[in-house]
């Protein structure tokens, strides 16, 4: 089937930079998109979603941006803190059907 | 607390042996999924259930299987059917049917020996 995909493997920062991993989707009809951070042997924690009729959704330090024409997607994150330093997976959904994973992107944060 | 559970949180078996993973909630949520986490990989769909008594494939069903008998509980077993059974896996459960808005247990490391 078709699937979610990320630019880039791995994304190291300094600590106070923001941040921004990128991920690209291939099925238009997709209208929900999630954000997904997960720290070492743990399980996805919901961090941000968007829906396909918005460009863009801000929440505390992360911002969410949906590009529908060239079908891309990108977290934000602000002030980035060692905290942060896990892997980020985005999700994409048609309604009424299963979630498709991208592949992740580890952002490690250096202080 | 609510939330779901997994367990053990490592788990090791021998080549040809089947094995039991447990996953609870007491967040009285109908659905409940599980997924398979590889090194890399995004997580793909093992099984989902929407209700009790019922369950479905999902992507990559071949070599697990899987019960509802109780709403708070989806055990996924990995059978020696499964050629490559070492990976996180993880389970989730959601109100109803809409993984979008599932919460992820912590998951457990399936490690072959």
Redesign the interface.
């Known amino acids: 089937g078709e699937s979610v995909g990320l630019h880039l493997p791995t994304l190291s920062v300094q600590e106070g930079d923001n941040s921004i991993i990128n991920c690209a989707y291939s099925n238009s009809a997709s209208d929900y998109f999630i954000w997904y951070k997960q720290e070492s042997g743990k399980g996805p924690q919901f961090i941000i979603d968007i829906r396909s009729n918005m460009d863009k959704r801000q929440g505390q330090r992360v911002t969410v941006l949906l590009n529908k024409t060239v079908k891309h997607l990108s977290l934000q994150i602000a002030a980035t803190q060692p905290g942060d330093s896990a892997v980020y997976f985005c999700a994409e959904n048609q309604a009424g059907t299963a979630l498709i994973f991208g592949k992740g992107t580890t952002l490690s944060v250096s202080s | 607390d609510g939330g779901i559970t997994q367990s053990p949180?490592y788990l090791f078996r021998k080549e040809g042996q089947n094995v039991t993973l447990s996953c609870e909630q007491n967040l009285n949520h109908d659905a409940m999924y599980w997924y398979r986490q590889d090194p890399?990989?995004?997580?793909?769909?093992i099984y989902?259930s929407q209700i009790v008594n019922d369950f479905q494939k999902?992507?990559i069903a071949e070599g697990y299987s899987v019960s509802r008998e109780k709403k708070e509980s989806f055990p996924l077993t990995v059978t020696s059917a499964q050629k490559n059974p070492t990976a996180f896996y993880?389970c989730?459960s959601s109100i109803e049917y809409r993984?979008?808005e599932?919460f992820?247990?912590?998951?457990t490391?399936l490690t072959v020996v």
């Open positions: 949180k890399g990989q995004g997580l793909r769909l989902y999902g992507d993880l989730a993984p979008s599932a992820f247990g912590q998951g490391r």
